[in-house]
Structures are given as structure tokens and as C-alpha cells.
């Protein structure tokens, strides 16, 4: 027992020494870079120039940064992944804090700000994932609910039926309609209603948010935005805030995806029916340790498929 106990001190050191070194970036950014998704903004985002001219190269560049120091400062101060879903802090420069309409950041280097602005904070309220969730012309309110059933709970919806029919790809409707009431013309398909019931609620939450991540209260349209949503359940909410309250009652699930998609990149393959019993140990050291981060990485690295060959007992 005093060697086991002797073994796991020293590789929590080992682990402690690689999170201290500036290197340890790497794993925010490619972790962190492909399960949340903003690795997107390095080559396959491209906002139309026309309709969003203020997305410039280094405002995308910005928003990448974001991403990667939050997931950094999280991994290497220790912090509990809830902070995924709501933070009062950032890391800005002037540009991104002008494009999201926090006054005081100056310079183009990014820093930890402090957030006043509850629709802010956490992946959510981020640029990176607002305009990876959208489309070249508009906001997608499908697209951002897959997003948070997938990538926050771990719960993808189904693929949609073959004959589900296109939404444009453009907001902008002749008819005068807003995109909201286009796509619920759309849901009036019953074959797409079940679906679209459990997804487009979570996505309309974050409509005031548009396609680059800014906040609007009008739409391309001239109308409204209208967050309002209603989840089944009748649980209806109507802003980003409100939705990250949501969230963070569901959090043990969110907890499990993460430990999920870690374990997964850690082992380097996908997981299995016989990995099950890590992943409740891995959620229950993170509950244990009021789901700091590190928790996790340690259970990791002394779990029994991470220091063997084969995953099975």
C-alpha cells in the first residue's frame, strides 16, 4: 500500500511540474480546441465579409485566444469546471471587449477582466462559440442547441431525416418574417417536430447573440429578437443567463461529458462499454473536490486504462 501511496504522490508531481510549464497550452489548445469546437476559427469559420465586415482577422484571432487562456487559467490555477458554464471573467483585449461592449480594456494583449454582465461568462458567452454555432449569414439556433446537447451534456440528437427539408441560409426573408418564424413554419413538419422540440429551445436562449458573437436586441429583419424558449417540461427561460442557471442544475452531466471527452484524449481512442466504472470513479473525485479541474486530471493519469495497455480488468 505505502508503494501504491508512494507511486500516485509521484505522479501527481510529475503532473503538477508539466501544468507549470508554459507547454501545458497545448492542452487547452487541443483538447479544450476540439470538444468545445472554437479550433473552428483557425480555418473552417468564415463569416460572410459583407454582412459582418467588423470580423476581422484579428478579431478571430482574439476570440481564439480567449478560448485558449480560459481553458489554460482553468487547468493551471485549479479551478471547477462549473466555471465552463458560468464565470464573472474573461481574458480580453480592446478589440474583443469593444465587440462584446465592456468599457475599460485597453492594448492588444489579453487579460483577465472581470465580468459585470451575466450573459456573459462561461463557453456560452464566448465569441469563438457563438460564431463556430452559426452560419456565413445568420445565426443558427439549430445549430447552437446541437452544440449544447452534445458538447454540454453529452446528449446528441438524433441526425435529421433524410426528407427534413433545407432552412435558408439567409435570415433575411421577403416576406418580412424573422428567422424564428421561419424556422417554426419549418418545424410544422410533425417528422421534425419531436427533434426540434428538445433542440431549438436551447438555441433560441442565445438569439441575442448574433452570428459574431455581439449582443442585438433588433434583428436583420428590423423585429425584435425574441430569446424566448420553452424546453419540454414546460421549463421556459428566455436569456443566456438564464439558460447557464439551467445548465448548472444539470451539472453532473455536464461533469461526466467532460470526463468523458478527457479520458477519451487521454487514452487517445474511444471509449467503451467496460470504461464506465472510471468514469463514475472520475465524477465522484470530481464531486469530492467541488469539481476542480485538477481532480480530474489526476484521476486520469492514475486511472488503471491510462497506466495499462488494455482498458479492461
Same mark, same amino acid.
Given at each position: ?22 507547454? &501545458? ?54 479551478? $471547477? ?47 469563438? #462559440? ?12 439549430? !445549430?447552437?442547441? #446541437? ?20 432552412? $435558408? ?8 418574417? &424573422? ?21 431549438? $429551445? ?35 427561460? &428566455?436569456?443566456?443567463?438564464?439558460? !447557464? ?5 444539470? !451539472? ?50 492514475? &486511472? ?10
Amino acid at each position: 500500500l505505502g508503494d501504491v501511496y508512494k507511486r500516485q504522490g509521484v505522479l501527481r508531481a510529475q503532473v503538477g511540474r508539466m501544468l507549470a510549464d508554459p507547454r &501545458s497550452i497545448a492542452l487547452s489548445r487541443h483538447f479544450a480546441g476540439q470538444w468545445i469546437g472554437f479550433d473552428a476559427l483557425v480555418d473552417r469559420v468564415q463569416p460572410d465579409p459583407d454582412r459582418y465586415p467588423a470580423f476581422t482577422r484579428t478579431l478571430r484571432a482574439g476570440m481564439y485566444r480567449e478560448s485558449e487562456r480560459f481553458f489554460d487559467h482553468l487547468f493551471r490555477t485549479n479551478r $471547477p469546471v462549473t466555471e465552463l458554464i458560468q464565470s464573472d471573467y474573461t481574458f480580453l483585449n480592446a478589440e474583443l471587449a469593444r465587440h462584446y461592449g465592456i468599457p475599460g480594456v485597453s492594448g492588444s494583449e489579453l487579460r483577465k477582466v472581470t465580468l459585470r454582465d451575466p450573459q456573459r461568462g462561461g463557453v456560452i458567452g464566448m465569441g469563438s #462559440v457563438l460564431t463556430a454555432t452559426s452560419l456565413p449569414l445568420r445565426t443558427s439556433p439549430v !445549430k447552437r442547441g #446541437v452544440w449544447i446537447l452534445e458538447t454540454i451534456l453529452g446528449e446528441p440528437p438524433p441526425p435529421p431525416l433524410p426528407d427534413a427539408g433545407e432552412l $435558408p441560409a439567409d435570415d433575411k426573408s421577403n416576406e418580412g418574417l &424573422s428567422f424564428r418564424e421561419q424556422l417554426e413554419q419549418h418545424r410544422e413538419n410533425p417528422r421534425c417536430a419531436s427533434c426540434h422540440a428538445r433542440i431549438d $429551445p436551447l438555441g433560441f436562449g442565445l438569439e441575442n447573440f448574433d452570428a459574431i458573437g455581439r449582443w442585438r436586441t433588433v434583428e436583420v429583419n428590423g423585429k425584435p429578437v425574441d430569446s424566448t424558449a420553452v424546453l419540454p417540461g414546460d421549463i421556459s427561460f &428566455s436569456t443566456p443567463a438564464e439558460l !447557464k442557471g439551467l445548465l448548472l442544475q444539470a !451539472k453532473d452531466k455536464f461533469a461526466r461529458t467532460m470526463c468523458r471527452k478527457m479520458l477519451a484524449y487521454a487514452l487517445g481512442r474511444p471509449l467503451e462499454y467496460y470504461d464506465e466504472p472510471v468514469l463514475n470513479e472520475l465524477l465522484a473525485t470530481l464531486r469530492e473536490n467541488d469539481y476542480r479541474v485538477q481532480s480530474l486530471l489526476f484521476g486520469i493519469v492514475e &486511472s488503471y486504462p491510462f497506466q495499462n495497455r488494455g482498458a479492461k480488468r
